[in-house]
């Protein structure tokens, strides 16, 4: 008895054992047929596909977009009626090329040459001619498909964005076949190459076969990319075209930064001059293309006056003068430095010495706050950072705010001269904090790494927003910056029917007769900012009248528009 209960206990054990053996090697089959059908699904059918048919990519350039806020892409993205040929299934090649090569003006030997090979696309142009053509000759082989090419005449911030080249040599970008292996060589196609890299088109021309290899025709397919990756930007590409517009007009050179009032986004980044992605081999080489490429929104230059935000905020924040602490302006005679109003303003209260940047009432802020002060403030306003969020932008040496403490040159850096460079996006951002009620914000740029599917790969983090000054300075600040545009050096940059306020500035940027670098930094409408804008016009001569100017039409564009009509009806 005893026995046999030994065995049965033992029986069950082994039972057990080897259900749980089995289990263990079911859920492993199950893993591993999950595994192939979920995660190599995609792969193994497209090798399956790749046995039973050739293909033609319907997409010169397989790789990931990069979007604006309403998904929209930036790069110019546009459809083309193209050739695309399917050599083993063309009846008449010489035939066929002496009918067509006129239409396409090009050489009938050229053209029969080209009807030979793997499969491909053709990159002439196709117009309504050429489409009959190819409907008459019936053959086989030869087809007319709309092919989506990435960069376009129409493409916005294109220094932001960026261009593509093979990544042995970037002169070689322009000639490339499309199709080719191409790399982001510069801006955000370079910073987010992996990310945006992709081999697999969205649609293809395929022409498929039985088991011996023998074709049976070709069709138009869609294939799913879920895995393609997409940078998706705060950029609004409405706000975008208007200040491309507008520069295209007014300013042949510098930048345009505008950033939601509210949360610091980066609206619109326009530099100029500037260049097409899809020709750069036109600007390479030339003796202006290291200036066609450079990113004045994200470049260092002297802020002049605009820096005067920064000063006034820490001398309202520190206590070392009020809106209404007095000075005397004498002008061209004044010291340490002279004002750029020769007969001077005579009894000038700061409020008034804000709206008229007065600079000798500046240059005794910048002392008596001392340098330390001075640095601690441009670099709580974010002047020592030069990458908004999403996009590291590497740093410049030049931009050193120790240098600020160097003998000599605490004055020159109390009215935005001598050592002090700064970009517009970081004028841009210092402006914000003004709006924002003394907080800091860093700019904002990308908003996420997004897969076609829908799933969000990456957000990028953003610096911890952090007070730079009270909130009684900041107002007191606010009211100097509308009396710029109210009666003082800004009044061009005033935005009729809705106000604005904001500061202007001339930086000498050499000698004596280099032209100067003219600046506007502000928000509108008031007193309820909807946009900071920041206007650097290079080789100008006022702050107020270039650079306000332009800042004015911009507002009145963007908030005369439908923007404008949204906010009057909130």
């Known amino acids: 008895m005893w026995e046999v209960g030994v065995f049965s206990v033992r029986r069950r054990k082994r039972l057990f054992f080897t259900g749980v053996l089995a289990g263990m090697a079911g859920l492993a089959l199950v893993g591993r047929l999950a595994w192939i059908q979920l995660a190599m699904g995609p792969q193994l059918a497209a090798a399956a596909l790749a046995q039973v048919s050739r293909s033609v990519p319907l997409e010169a350039v397989p790789r990931g977009g990069i979007l604006?806020?309403?998904?929209?892409?930036?790069?110019?993205?546009?459809?083309?009626?193209?050739?695309?040929?399917?050599?083993?299934?063309?009846?008449?090649?010489?035939?066929?090329?002496?009918?067509?090569?006129?239409?396409?003006?090009?050489?009938?030997?050229?053209?029969?040459?080209?009807?030979?090979g793997a499969p491909h696309v053709l990159t002439y142009p196709v117009d309504r001619s050429v489409r009959q053509a190819v409907g008459g000759l019936n053959d086989p082989g030869l087809k007319v498909d709309r092919v989506t090419y990435r960069d376009g005449p129409d493409a916005l911030a294109v220094?932001?964005?960026?261009?593509?080249?093979?990544?042995?040599?970037?002169?070689?970008?322009a000639g490339v076949a499309p199709g080719g292996d191409l790399v982001g060589l510069s801006g955000l196609e370079r910073y987010y190459n992996q990310d945006l890299e992709?081999?697999?088109?969205?649609?293809?021309?395929?022409?498929?076969?039985?088991?011996?290899?023998?074709?049976?025709?070709?069709?138009?397919?869609?294939?799913?990319?879920?895995?393609?990756?997409?940078?998706?930007?705060?950029?609004?590409?409405?706000?975008?075209?208007?200040v491309e517009r507008i520069m295209d007009k007014d300013v042949p050179k510098g930048a345009v930064v505008v950033l939601d009032a509210a949360t610091?986004?980066?609206?619109?980044?326009?530099?100029?001059?500037?260049?097409?992605?899809?020709?750069?081999?036109?600007?390479?080489?030339?003796?202006?293309a290291g200036n066609v490429f450079v990113n004045r929104a994200l470049a260092l230059y002297p802020p002049g006056s605009v820096f005067k935000i920064a000063v006034a905020a820490a001398a309202l924040n520190e206590g070392v003068a009020t809106p209404h602490?007095?000075?005397?302006?004498?002008?061209?005679?004044?010291?340490?430095?002279?004002?750029?109003?020769?007969?001077?303003?005579?009894?000038?209260?700061?409020?008034?010495?804000?709206?008229?940047?007065?600079?000798?009432?500046?240059?005794?802020?910048?002392?008596?706050?001392?340098?330390?002060?001075?640095?601690?403030?441009?670099?709580?306003?974010?002047?020592?950072d030069q990458s908004p969020a999403g996009y590291r932008v590497p740093a410049d040496a030049r931009q050193n705010w120790s240098l600020v403490a160097a003998p000599d040159n605490l004055v020159n850096s109390s009215i935005g001269q001598g050592p002090v460079l700064v970009s517009p996006l970081q004028v841009a951002a210092m402006t914000e904090a003004v709006v924002n009620k003394g907080v800091y914000v860093q700019p904002r740029l990308v908003k996420a790494v997004v897969r076609d599917d829908g799933r969000v790969v990456e957000t990028p983090a953003r610096v911890p927003a952090s007070r730079?000054?009270?909130?009684?300075?900041?107002?007191?600040?606010?009211?100097?910056?509308?009396l710029v545009t109210t009666s003082g050096t800004g009044r061009d940059a005033d935005v009729p029917g809705w106000g604005s306020a904001g500061?202007?500035?001339?930086?000498?940027?050499?000698?004596?007769?280099?032209?100067?670098?003219?600046?506007?930094?502000?928000?509108?409408?008031?007193?309820?900012?909807?946009?900071?804008?920041?206007?650097?016009?290079?080789?100008?001569?006022?702050?107020?009248?270039?650079?306000?100017?332009?800042?004015?039409?911009?507002?009145?564009?963007?908030?005369?528009?439908?923007?404008?009509?949204?906010?009057?009806?909130?």
């Open 68 to 116: 604006d806020d309403n998904l929209v892409p930036l790069t110019g993205e546009y459809r083309a009626d193209r050739l695309v040929v399917f050599p083993d299934l063309v009846a008449h090649p010489v035939a066929d090329a002496a009918v067509l090569a006129p239409l396409l003006k090009v050489d009938p030997e050229v053209l029969a040459r080209d009807l030979a």
């Open 468 to 482: 730079v000054i009270g909130l009684p300075a900041d107002r007191e600040l606010l009211a100097m910056m509308r």
């Open 264 to 288: 610091g986004d980066v609206l619109a980044m326009a530099s100029r001059p500037t260049f097409q992605p899809d020709r750069v081999g036109d600007y390479l080489g030339s003796p202006a």
């Open 325 to 384: 602490t007095l000075f005397f302006d004498r002008g061209a005679r004044a010291t340490p430095v002279p004002d750029w109003y020769k007969p001077g303003f005579g009894l000038i209260d700061f409020n008034h010495a804000f709206a008229e940047s007065v600079n000798p009432f500046f240059a005794k802020l910048g002392l008596e706050l001392g340098a330390g002060r001075l640095i601690g403030y441009a670099e709580r306003f974010g002047l020592a």
């Open 159 to 173: 220094h932001l964005t960026g261009y593509l080249g093979p990544p042995e040599n970037q002169a070689e970008a």
């Open 198 to 242: 992709d081999g697999t088109a969205r649609r293809y021309a395929r022409e498929f076969i039985d088991a011996d290899g023998r074709p049976l025709g070709v069709v138009d397919t869609r294939d799913a990319d879920p895995g393609r990756r997409n940078v998706v930007l705060t950029i609004d590409s409405g706000v975008q075209a208007t």
């Open 503 to 570: 500061k202007t500035g001339t930086a000498q940027t050499g000698t004596e007769g280099t032209p100067d670098d003219a600046w506007f930094a502000g928000f509108a409408p008031w007193p309820n900012a909807r946009y900071v804008a920041v206007v650097l016009v290079q080789g100008g001569t006022d702050g107020g009248v270039d650079a306000g100017s332009v800042f004015r039409l911009l507002m009145e564009s963007l908030l005369n528009g439908k923007e404008g009509a949204k906010l009057l009806t909130q």
